[in-house]
């Protein structure tokens, strides 16, 4: 009887441990995503962390006098001369299943404490700064094209900086730009972007796709907006806007000095998103 009533208080700790890990573990999930949105205080991160660390030394203090009850069992057995071999070995299987909920439960803890990893969104949110404004080039940025000059030809999205894309449309008034030839490319465009899917799945428009004959009109374009960040591929642009605009992000192949302290360099929109 005794065992049996030990048996049901260990699995009632090990259900109530899960139940505190799996609830703990949906706090810090959330408390993750708002210290990347900066809405939560240090008090606040204290609190939570406090109660994590009290649930695993409570865990910890309940679980060590339930070992050494089934120790002192154990040993009381083992010394009365009248037991039975078959009763010794009965002690195995429970020894065994006490091994495999304690594994569950330091499995519940270890889960507890695992990084959660942020998303793209959160990602996007942190890299620009919280910025609620975004210029950006289409040539060599958004476009597999890198001169007007392909734009006569054709007009290609990159595939792998469409995630991007569509998730900077969602929290920024995004506005593409470029330079064109001729009202072909212009339509080239247009059509390649909505092909993407980019007006359809996003928050982008079809008038906040502006087009110039000229790179110091780009420049005109982008002072006129007043962005927190601008994409471009040509340093010489980042370079005029440098003392205008709060941040830039100059997209080049090549390895580039920072002309100013807003200004970061980075091979791809995407690379550039691919970490925090």
């Not at 799996?22 to 993750?32: C, D």
């Not at 210290?35 to 939560?40: E, M």
């Not at 000059?149 to 469409?162: G, P």
């Given at each position: 009887?005794?065992?049996?009533?030990?048996?049901?208080?260990?699995?009632?700790?090990?259900?109530?441990?899960k139940?505190?890990?799996?609830?703990?573990?949906?706090?810090?999930?959330?408390?993750?995503?708002?210290?990347?949105?900066?809405?939560?205080?240090?008090r606040?991160?204290?609190?939570?962390?406090?109660?994590?660390?009290?649930i695993?030394?409570?865990?910890?203090?309940?679980?060590?006098?339930?070992?050494?009850?089934?120790?002192?069992?154990?040993?009381?057995?083992?010394?009365?001369?009248?037991?039975?071999?078959?009763?010794?070995?009965?002690?195995?299987?429970?020894?065994?299943?006490?091994?495999?909920?304690?594994?569950?439960?330091?499995?519940?803890?270890?889960?507890?404490?695992?990084?959660?990893?942020?998303?793209?969104?959160?990602?996007?949110?942190?890299?620009?700064?919280?910025?609620?404004?975004?210029?950006?080039?289409?040539l060599?940025v958004?476009?597999?094209?890198?001169?007007?000059?392909?734009?006569?030809?054709?007009?290609?999205?990159?595939?792998?900086?469409?995630?991007?894309?569509?998730?900077?449309t969602?929290?920024?008034?995004?506005?593409?730009?470029e330079?064109?030839?001729?009202?072909?490319?212009?339509?080239?465009?247009?059509?390649?972007?909505?092909?993407?899917?980019?007006f359809?799945?996003?928050?982008?428009?079809?008038?906040?796709?502006?087009?110039?004959?000229t790179?110091?009109?780009?420049?005109?374009?982008?002072?006129?907006?007043?962005?927190?960040?601008?994409?471009?591929?040509?340093?010489?642009?980042?370079?005029?806007?440098?003392?205008?605009?709060?941040?830039?992000?100059?997209?080049?192949p090549?390895?580039?000095e920072?002309?100013?302290?807003?200004?970061?360099?980075?091979?791809?929109?995407?690379?550039?998103?691919?970490?925090i």
């Amino acid at each position: 009887m005794g065992g049996g009533e030990g048996d049901t208080s260990k699995q009632e700790l090990f259900h109530l441990i899960k139940r505190f890990g799996a609830y703990v573990t949906f706090k810090i999930s959330n408390l993750f995503s708002l210290v990347s949105l900066k809405l939560l205080d240090s008090r606040s991160i204290g609190a939570v962390a406090g109660l994590a660390v009290a649930i695993v030394f409570t865990w910890r203090l309940l679980r060590s006098p339930a070992g050494s009850q089934r120790r002192k069992r154990q040993g009381s057995t083992s010394s009365n001369p009248g037991v039975s071999t078959h009763s010794s070995a009965s002690v195995v299987p429970s020894e065994a299943c006490s091994t495999s909920d304690d594994s569950r439960a330091q499995n519940v803890v270890d889960e507890l404490f695992q990084p959660v990893k942020p998303t793209l969104g959160q990602i996007a949110r942190q890299k620009l700064s919280e910025g609620r404004k975004v210029t950006c080039r289409l040539l060599g940025v958004i476009l597999e094209e890198s001169i007007p000059e392909e734009l006569q030809k054709q007009a290609t999205v990159r595939s792998s900086v469409l995630e991007v894309l569509l998730e900077i449309t969602k929290f920024c008034d995004l506005y593409l730009m470029e330079r064109v030839l001729d009202d072909e490319s212009e339509k080239r465009v247009l059509v390649a972007l909505e092909e993407a899917g980019v007006f359809t799945s996003g928050g982008l428009s079809k008038d906040k796709v502006l087009f110039c004959s000229t790179e110091n009109g780009r420049s005109s374009f982008v002072r006129q907006l007043e962005p927190d960040w601008h994409i471009d591929t040509n340093p010489e642009i980042v370079s005029q806007l440098a003392r205008f605009i709060k941040y830039q992000l100059h997209v080049s192949p090549y390895k580039t000095e920072r002309t100013a302290s807003n200004v970061f360099s980075a091979p791809s929109l995407e690379q550039f998103f691919g970490s925090i």
